[in-house]
């Protein structure tokens, strides 16, 4: 199996997927067409092209020309321009007396005229150079073929005669399209691979043919292609490019469109300098650079740029922003009074309108009656009639207007009376306290609307005895119902209120008490992170005991100086409360650190500094300082003990662990 490159190749001057003519290969194995003129007719262009090799038409005999011209459906004219045959009827297609002629007969290379899509594919026999290919069955089913892969160029051709070349290959489907390769098999079959997509079409249209080489019978010279889909490798990659290329320019088209609705970005805030900080000082002072220099003053604040040595230049400039809340403040009242004074203008002019509008409805009153009515025509009185009730409407919609912004004003008027001062912010316990006032005072309105009730019962009652007394005693009682009744309103309306603030307090204390139980959590979360933090560094401590064991002698050692200081710690402890009436070890912690010194200190027989001790202690826990560890040293004098080394300049204070000693003196 090899592989050949084919360019320079004759296509088809057609499409056969598309149409539904019949394949013409000329004979001569050349291009289709020779050096014939074509002819030109009335009702279009047809190319004819005719090889002189295998037929030849006199021009002086019109009827073979007129023939070719009818079957074509074209009515039959010279080249002069002359109709040749007069009785042409262009609704049959046919001449009478003339036998039809087929124009794809061998040597006669006309292009078909275009088909519709109803009428069924005709296959007629193909002569090429070296081979035959003859036709399917019509009745036969299509033949069948795999769904089309992606971006698919290759086809598979199957049927092959056992004598097929790449050369006859080359010369049967070399007219369907450029071809790029063929991987020919020793068996009977082929895949062909096209430099265009629709060239396999093409292809596909010749499944089904049999192929003959020459004129010979021989089982091995004929075959019965079979074309079908092929799916290669090569293929479905150049189409995954060509994909990927569609969604890269997609992508790319979406960003700019993306780009061009996204809003500016804001300008770059600088960072904080002297310079800067100069700057945006005088920019604060001024009142219309004001609303950018905050934004930046903001900014630093939020980076973090303050620090012990530009606190007072923060301060200042943070001083200078306070200074503008007395200018909005003012700017504030000043437009409010301007709303306020625009207000009253509209009204004044609004009352002075509606005045002038009940002086117009006056007018068409005056005029409406009978005096001056008899006086006007039937069209006029029509016309007054109108007018008089377009004046009306006007006049109403107008003074509703004005009717209702005395209302909202009356409205801020009462709001403004009923406003409380301004509730500073309490803590949980004023929050309680106020709850619990709420429950009280909602408890008292309770018993009070109680109350009301039963007297409005009581009056009901004394009223239905006492019906037959005066009009003036039932006018009184009617009264007093009433003002009972609006009362009774009044305080519902309370103890609803009462009620939404009592709600409101209780929502707050419940979310006062969840805060406060989430910080008992993470306290407890706490309390346990620092019990593993301290297990973690116990562990630490004895790996770094065992790591600074010496050998097996000095390992010995190191546990009988720690047996012995525990038990001396313990024996301080548990002795009589006489004698040690506190002991000297406090805590577990202390009792850690003096095991770790006894062993750092057995390790270093000439002692060490409390410097060297200590920097040894951090590593394990940096809260450790020198004068804990000194105090816990010189408490326990049985075990570490205290000596002047060096002479001069090089004296030195040093400890040195002494439990051996100490625990026989103890």
């Known amino acids: 199996m090899f592989l050949l490159q084919y360019t320079g190749l004759n296509s088809l001057s057609f499409d056969p997927a598309g149409n539904n003519d019949p394949l013409q290969f000329s004979s001569s194995g050349g291009p289709l067409g020779t050096e014939c003129p074509p002819l030109e007719s009335t009702e279009g262009i047809c190319n004819m092209t005719m090889d002189s090799n295998s037929m030849t038409m006199p021009m002086s005999d019109p009827n073979p020309w007129a023939t070719a011209m009818n079957n074509l459906g074209m009515p039959p004219i010279g080249i002069t321009g002359q109709q040749l045959m007069p009785e042409f009827d262009p609704s049959l297609g046919m001449m009478a007396g003339i036998n039809p002629l087929n124009p794809m007969m061998p040597g006669l290379g006309m292009g078909p005229p275009p088909l519709s899509q109803d009428v069924p594919v005709i296959k007629e026999i193909i002569h090429c150079k070296s081979c035959t290919l003859f036709p399917p069955n019509p009745n036969l089913p299509p033949p069948a073929t795999r769904d089309r892969p992606p971006g698919c160029k290759t086809v598979f051709v199957g049927g092959l005669p056992e004598n097929a070349t790449e050369q006859l290959i080359m010369e049967v489907f070399g007219q369907c399209g450029d071809i790029t390769a063929i991987r020919k098999s020793k068996k009977n079959f082929c895949h062909i691979r096209f430099a265009e997509e629709f060239t396999v079409d093409k292809a596909l249209f010749l499944s089904g043919y049999r192929i003959r080489l020459g004129s010979s019978t021989d089982k091995k010279d004929t075959g019965r292609l079979h074309v079908d889909f092929a799916q290669a490798r090569d293929d479905l990659y150049e189409w995954e490019c060509r994909q990927r290329m569609f969604a890269r320019e997609e992508r790319h088209r979406r960003k700019i469109e993306e780009d061009l609705l996204r809003p500016p970005s804001p300008p770059p805030i600088v960072h904080y300098s002297e310079h800067e900080c100069s700057q945006l000082g005088d920019k604060i002072k001024d009142d219309g650079k004001f609303p950018e220099a905050v934004r930046v003053l903001l900014t630093w604040l939020e980076r973090g740029e303050v620090n012990r040595r530009n606190a007072n230049n923060f301060y200042s400039m943070i001083q200078s922003s306070n200074g503008h809340i007395r200018r909005l403040t003012g700017e504030k009242s000043q437009h409010e009074k301007e709303v306020e004074e625009a207000k009253e203008k509209f009204k004044t002019a609004l009352a002075g309108i509606v005045g002038q509008f009940e002086q117009i409805v006056s007018v068409f009153q005056a005029a409406s009656k009978q005096k001056a009515w008899d006086h006007f025509s039937k069209a006029q009185r029509k016309n007054l009639d109108m007018w008089r009730k377009q004046a009306e409407e006007i006049r109403n919609m107008h003074s509703e207007q004005l009717m209702g912004?005395?209302?909202?004003?009356?409205?801020?008027?009462?709001?403004?009376?009923?406003?409380?001062?301004?509730?500073?912010?309490?803590?949980?316990?004023?929050?309680?306290?106020?709850?619990?006032?709420?429950?009280?005072?909602?408890?008292?309105?309770?018993?009070?609307?109680?109350?009301?009730?039963?007297?409005?019962?009581?009056?009901?009652?004394?009223?239905?005895?006492?019906?037959?007394?005066?009009?003036?005693?039932?006018?009184?009682?009617?009264?007093?119902?009433?003002?009972?009744?609006?009362?009774?309103?009044?305080?519902?309306?309370?103890?609803?209120?009462?009620?939404?603030?009592?709600?409101?307090?209780?929502?707050?204390?419940?979310?006062?008490?969840?805060?406060?139980?989430?910080?008992?959590?993470?306290?407890?979360?706490?309390?346990?992170?620092?019990?593993?933090?301290?297990?973690?560094?116990?562990?630490?401590?004895?790996?770094?005991?065992?790591?600074?064991?010496?050998?097996?002698?000095?390992?010995?050692?190191?546990?009988?100086?720690?047996?012995?200081?525990?038990?001396?710690?313990?024996?301080?402890?548990?002795?009589?409360?006489?004698?040690?009436?506190?002991?000297?070890?406090h805590s577990e912690r202390e009792a850690l650190l003096v095991g770790i010194i006894s062993t750092f200190l057995h390790v270093h027989p000439f002692g060490a500094s409390i410097e060297y001790i200590c920097s040894y202690l951090q590593r394990l826990d940096t809260k450790i300082n020198t004068g804990e560890v000194e105090a816990l040293l010189s408490r326990l004098p049985c075990t570490f003990r205290q000596e002047l080394t060096g002479v001069g300049a090089s004296l030195e204070k040093r400890w040195n662990f002494c439990g051996f000693q100490g625990i026989k003196s103890t």
């Not at 409205?411 to 403004?416: A, I, P, V």
């Not at 406060?516 to 309390?527: F, I, P, S, W, Y």
């Not at 190191?558 to 012995?564: G, I, L, N």
């Open 405 to 585: 912004i005395r209302r909202e004003e009356e409205m801020e008027m009462s709001d403004d009376d009923m406003e409380d001062s301004p509730d500073s912010k309490d803590s949980e316990d004023s929050g309680v306290s106020q709850a619990e006032a709420l429950k009280e005072e909602n408890d008292s309105l309770r018993c009070q609307l109680d109350a009301y009730r039963n007297e409005v019962e009581l009056l009901k009652q004394e009223q239905g005895k006492n019906h037959p007394m005066s009009s003036e005693e039932d006018t009184t009682h009617s009264q007093q119902l009433s003002f009972l009744q609006q009362a009774l309103q009044g305080m519902q309306k309370q103890l609803l209120k009462m009620r939404d603030e009592l709600k409101l307090r209780e929502t707050e204390l419940e979310k006062s008490l969840e805060d406060k139980q989430q910080l008992n959590n993470q306290v407890q979360n706490l309390k346990e992170g620092l019990q593993n933090l301290q297990n973690t560094h116990a562990m630490e401590l004895e790996q770094l005991k065992q790591d600074d064991r010496g050998g097996e002698e000095s390992a010995n050692q190191t546990s009988e100086a720690t047996v012995s200081t525990v038990v001396s710690c313990s024996q301080e402890k548990d002795g009589p409360t006489e004698k040690s009436p506190q002991s000297p070890v």
